[in-house]
């Protein structure tokens, strides 16, 4: 990809330092490595069928502990109940954890308790975030403690979803860390939440109008699913994302490439908005809308100052 040359060079890819892999964000445990070398098994001690790879030379693996507590009842399309991980109740939650603290030490090292509100993209308030924070919370805490009283370490105590950290509880203190969840760019689905304001959302996908059709009222972008995700299709076509500066317009229809709007009141002016100009949509599910693009365009004041590329692959 040729860079533009109206755009000064990131720091981070300046042609005259070799281009860095980089996030946002980062965990302070468990970083995900590439394993591509298999271990021979030895005769002496078999591993557990999950264990069965090195880890990078001079590297020892992380592992976290799950321990998912509810589940939303009525979730959004695109978040199911997770069947990862085992309850902290469960009986061979501790089995688990011994097997994993003391199976091959050389190899897996567990560092940790992990559960993922999410149960709280059911809520209907803040407070009913904050409970089941608060909920989660205690259940990780008193976990750590069995596993500590058991004489198994476990050194990071830790929980996360936007919601959840967006309105962290004090209980939330005793915890060694948080997992915000995408609170880098937030999305019109944390506004519906009570997560943000709009004005704290920082995501845009920049469309294009390239057809007017008088004859039904509608504007053609050329901005389709491909761009945004099908999420929020719950509430139709207005329900994946919406128009920035024109609460009046309203998406009313997806394919993968495409875009159709229509005023909400039918009356639509074709002359404030002419082929070539553009559109800001905010994206319903900043996580899916990010995930459809090789590079984000990071501006101030309304010029363009850095290209960020994310890193990708699982």
Not at 56 to 71: D, E, F, Q
Not at 284 to 293: G, R
Request: charge should be neutral; charged fraction near 15%.
């Amino acid at each position: 990809m040729r860079r533009d040359p109206h755009v000064p060079p990131s720091p981070l890819n300046s042609p005259s330092q070799p281009r860095q892999n980089t996030s946002a964000l980062q965990s302070n445990f468990s970083q995900p490595h590439p394993v591509q070398q298999k271990r021979p098994q030895s005769p002496t001690k078999a591993l557990p069928d999950p264990i069965r790879t090195f880890p990078p030379p001079g590297r020892s693996m992380g592992a976290m502990c799950p321990c998912p507590l509810t589940h939303v009842p009525n979730p959004p399309s695109h978040r199911v109940p997770s069947p990862a991980g085992i309850r902290p109740t469960d009986p061979e939650a501790l089995s688990l954890a011994r097997a994993i603290a003391q199976g091959s030490p050389e190899l897996v090292t567990l560092v940790g308790v992990y559960a993922h509100c999410g149960n709280t993209y059911g809520c209907r308030d803040i407070a009913a975030v904050q409970a089941i924070a608060r909920d989660t919370t205690a259940a990780v805490l008193g976990f750590v403690t069995a596993l500590r009283q058991a004489g198994i370490p476990c050194p990071q105590a830790t929980i996360g979803s936007t919601p959840s950290c967006s309105h962290p509880v004090p209980e939330m203190s005793q915890l060694t860390e948080v997992h915000p969840g995408n609170y880098l760019f937030y999305d019109l689905q944390q506004t519906q939440l009570g997560s943000c304001r709009p004005e704290e959302v920082a995501i845009r996908v920049l469309s294009r109008v390239i057809g007017h059709y008088p004859h039904r009222g509608q504007l053609l972008l050329d901005c389709g699913w491909a761009a945004l995700s099908l999420h929020g299709r719950e509430q139709g076509a207005a329900g994946c994302a919406a128009i920035e500066g024109h609460p009046q317009l309203r998406l009313v229809g997806l394919t993968q490439e495409h875009g159709l709007v229509e005023a909400a009141d039918g009356q639509l002016d074709f002359e404030r908005f002419p082929l070539g100009s553009t559109l800001a949509l905010i994206p319903f599910h900043a996580c899916a809308t990010a995930a459809m693009h090789p590079v984000y365009f990071v501006h101030a004041a309304g010029k363009v100052v850095e290209l960020w590329r994310p890193v990708r692959g699982w």
